[in-house]
T-cell receptor, first 116, second 113 residues
């Protein structure tokens, strides 16, 4: 595809349900990031993958959040036992840059999660 | 860790006027400063970036300036147009083995015809 693709675009979950959010990065992009964007706020870092390796998960809010990228391409962010405070837009971004390089992050449209 | 503050939170200008958005960062080790534009319900998109070895960068109507001593950087948009209306985010990155961006809280720019 031409850009980063995320699904579902919208997800409504009842409190306590598990959800899985998918990210399809741009082909060939080594780096993949997940960000959480609350209403009216800037994106906040959740986790980073370089290929299949999760190098930083320091931004994950709790142990209910889990991310994986098993084959170094598609990534899934899973949230267990959702709580109302998990309501936000979850943005995935990919980049050609790796290591100490800097470069553009290409964002997906996001998955808007609403927990009732 | 890094902290980025952004001002103003909202900015209204008339078409043709200039707009300036300012950010400060806390960690002197930060070395990369991108600006992203996010239209309502859309993905953030990079509009310009600057690295710490440069003081100013221009791209048509958009410019960014960096003052490393004061830990300030600013976005300047000249000859604003209604299509410039969006939320703008500054960010700073301290590379700790990968590019970890810390974003500001955003500035909602409204350009009135």
């Amino acid at each position: 595809g031409a850009g980063v693709s995320q699904s579902p675009r919208y997800k409504v979950a009842k409190r306590g349900q598990d959800v899985a959010l998918r990210c399809d990065p741009i082909s060939g992009h080594v780096s993949l990031f997940w960000y959480q964007q609350a209403l009216g706020q800037g994106p906040e870092f959740l986790t980073y993958f370089q290929n299949e390796a999760q190098l930083d998960k320091s931004g994950l809010p709790s142990d209910r959040f889990f991310a994986e990228r098993p084959e170094g391409s598609v990534s899934t962010l899973k949230i267990q036992r959702t709580q109302q405070e998990d309501s936000a837009v979850y943005l995935c971004a990919s980049s050609l840059a790796r290591g100490f390089d800097t470069g553009e992050l290409f964002f997906g449209e996001g998955s808007r999660l609403t927990v009732l | 860790g890094e902290n980025v503050e952004q001002h103003p939170s909202t900015l209204s200008v008339q078409e043709g006027d200039s707009a300036v958005i300012k950010c400060t960062y806390s960690d002197s080790a930060s070395n990369y400063f991108p600006w992203y534009k996010q239209e309502l319900g859309k993905r953030p998109q990079l509009i310009i970036d600057i690295r710490s070895n440069v003081g100013e960068k221009k791209d048509q109507r958009i410019a960014v300036t960096l003052n490393k001593t004061a830990k300030h950087f600013s976005l300047h948009i000249t000859e604003t147009q209604p299509e410039d209306s969006a939320v703008y985010f500054c960010a700073a990155s301290m590379n700790t083995g990968f590019q970890k961006l810390v974003f500001g809280t955003g500035t909602r720019l409204l350009v009135s015809p």
